[in-house]
Each structure stands twice: as C-alpha cells, then as structure tokens.
C-alpha cells in the first residue's frame, strides 16, 4: 500500500503540485527554513509576499543574525503568532554563533534550534538537502487521519505516535522532495478540511475515509472549551507635534517584543494614571468603542482611549521602552494587527480634522 500510495501521489503532484513556490527556486536550507516557519499555521498564499519581502531584505543567515529583532518583526507585522519571529532572530544567532552561519544537516542538532520541532527540521532536510525524513504538519496529519480513518483528536500524543508511524511507513526511498512537496499540496488543495475533492484524490482507492463516505468527520477537531475573556484598556496618547506614544512589550508574553499603546486598568481613571505613572496631564479625552480579537486561548476586549497631552513636558528618557511616533513612520516597527488598525483609524481621524 505504501508504494502504491507514493506513487499515485508522485504523479499527481508532476502535474498538479505547486512547484513555482519561491521557496521551490534555489531552495537552500536557508531559505526553506525561512519558509516552513512562516508556514507554521499560516497558508501558503498569505506567506508569499512576506517570504519574498522578508527574503530581499535578508538574503542569507548573516544578514539575519546581525539584525536588530525590530527589523525583523517590522517585517513580520501581520503574519501573526510572533513567537515564530523572535524565535528565527535567535536560532540566526545561534547557528552564527556556534555553526559557523549555516544551519545545522543533521535532524537533532536542527531540533535543538528554538521554534525548530520534529516536522520542520525534517522537512528543511528533506527539501533542501533530499534527506529522507517523515513530516507531519497539520495539512500532512488530515491526510494520513482520512487515509487511516483515524476517530480522535490528532493533538492526542497516542493518535500523533500513531500518525508519525504512518508518516514513516508511506514515505517512499527516492524523490523524498517531491514526495514531502506533494503530500503537504494534496493537504492543502485537495484533501482540505471543508469541501475535500475527493473526486480529483489522487490517493482516494487508499482512504478509509472517502470509502466510508464522510471524509469531513477525520480527522475530529480539538474538543472545543469556551475560551477566557481579557479586559483592558489602551491609550492612544497625542502630544502636540501630532505624535502618538508607543511601548515596547516584554519581550515574552502576548505580542512579546512588538510595540503598543500604553495600558491601564479598564476601571483606573485615565487622566489621574496618566499623571501618576506618566507625568502628564491629559487635555482632552475621547472613549472609542469597544475593539475585540481573537487568540487561540483567549479572546482580548481593548477599550481604546485617545487623549490630548498638555504642553510641551512630555519628552521620554533614552534608552527606553517608549517611543513618540510619527504617523507616517511607523513601517519598521513591529506592530500587532489591531494596533495597526487603531493606528490607522487615529490617522483618519487626525487628517480629517486637521484643517
């Protein structure tokens, strides 16, 4: 089953598979890493222009390692889940460091890398450097769920042991590349989680799944929980040259090292924080509605406030985590998505006041 199974897949892929991806061009364990961590839980069409972007701007690992980590979530804005980019930053770091500037050819020694796991050291290996290694990322564990017609939650450590078994046994001994390729193409445009096409499967003989007749209810999704609520309150803060204060966040944590509006309690007296952990004295004040979004574990509730700084005193110390901000210069900075978008309905709202 498992030649069958490859083969089938293999050539379907020579003339179906997405084989004019940029990373596909020269794919260099450099850049594939780049790639597959950008993938990580992101589909393909919105990583293109941040891969191109991101790769013309840092073309190979010194250039990378020597960044500074604004630059590179600058880069990142809008891909979300900025773990991944700190995580780049560092490993950069590490393999300039301690490898000489190039990443690593052997599984465990990639694995030792931050944000480097199991499934995306070995697909580096194998589609940069034609190793054979099994990959299991989430397109690869929905085909090989329906395959197996596999009843739980893949995020089961018993069910992933199982799927990684699966994995190794169907990959086949030559054009590992093409077949790593193929399988995570057949995941994304074929087998897909709503609305698989079935019909145009490649490996449909083999599923379990179709042969059942409901291949939508493989693999079963992660058992669902209400998720928590977050309240605060961020301050859209002007002084009188028209500049906005950003705070750079901790370096972990919710958006960890990106810059934001100050925050205070959603029940504090803005104007009376401000003077006490700001120094400044607010002139006017504005309440917008309410902005919520949307994380894995949690759901944030922003009350966003705008205030008018008094006077000229509202100068911050160098070095330091604040920042006045220009509206028009904020491209470089790593920003969150809804920060962005608070941003971008202030300027409107500046420019259409401003006479």
């Not at 966040?249 to 803005?270: I, K, M």
């Amino acid at each position: 089953m498992s030649r069958t199974f490859s083969q089938h897949l293999l050539t379907w892929f020579d003339t179906h598979g997405r084989q004019d991806l940029p990373w596909k061009h020269n794919p260099t364990p450099y850049r594939v890493w780049i790639s597959e961590i950008m993938l990580q839980q992101t589909q393909v069409v919105t990583v293109i222009p941040y891969y191109q972007r991101f790769i013309k701007h840092f073309p190979d690992m010194p250039t990378l390692a020597q960044a500074s980590v604004d630059e590179i979530l600058g880069l990142w804005t809008g891909l979300g889940y900025y773990a991944r980019a700190r995580n780049l930053h560092r490993a950069a770091q590490l393999v300039w460091e301690s490898h000489g500037g190039e990443l690593p050819t052997t599984l465990e020694a990639l694995m030792e890398l931050p944000g480097i796991g199991r499934s995306t050291a070995g697909a580096i290996l194998t589609l940069a450097l034609g190793q054979r290694h099994p990959i299991l990322d989430g397109n690869v564990k929905r085909v090989l769920a329906r395959q197996e017609a596999i009843p739980e939650w893949p995020g089961q450590s018993k069910v992933e042991k199982q799927l990684w078994q699966q994995s190794e046994k169907l990959l086949p001994q030559t054009r590992v590349a093409d077949y790593t390729q193929a399988i995570m193409d057949l995941g994304a445009t074929v087998c897909t989680r709503r609305h698989p096409r079935c019909p145009s499967c490649p490996v449909k003989e083999t599923c379990r799944a179709y042969a059942q007749g409901n291949p939508e209810a493989y693999p079963r999704p992660r058992p669902r929980k209400r998720l928590p609520l977050r309240t605060t309150r961020m301050l859209l803060l002007l002084n009188d040259q028209g500049e906005v204060l950003l705070e750079r966040r901790p370096p972990v944590g919710l958006w960890g090292g990106l810059w934001s509006f100050p925050e205070c309690p959603p029940q504090t007296e803005v104007a009376l924080w401000c003077q006490e952990q700001l120094g400044w004295p607010i002139e006017e004040m504005m309440t917008w509605p309410p902005v919520r979004h949307h994380f894995t574990h949690f759901t944030l509730h922003i009350q966003p406030v705008v205030a008018r700084i008094q006077g000229q005193g509202c100068q911050v110390m160098e070095p330091s985590d604040q920042v006045w901000c220009k509206m028009g210069t904020m491209s470089k900075r790593g920003l969150p998505a809804p920060i962005l978008r608070m941003l971008a309905r202030l300027r409107e709202q500046l420019e259409g006041i401003s006479p």
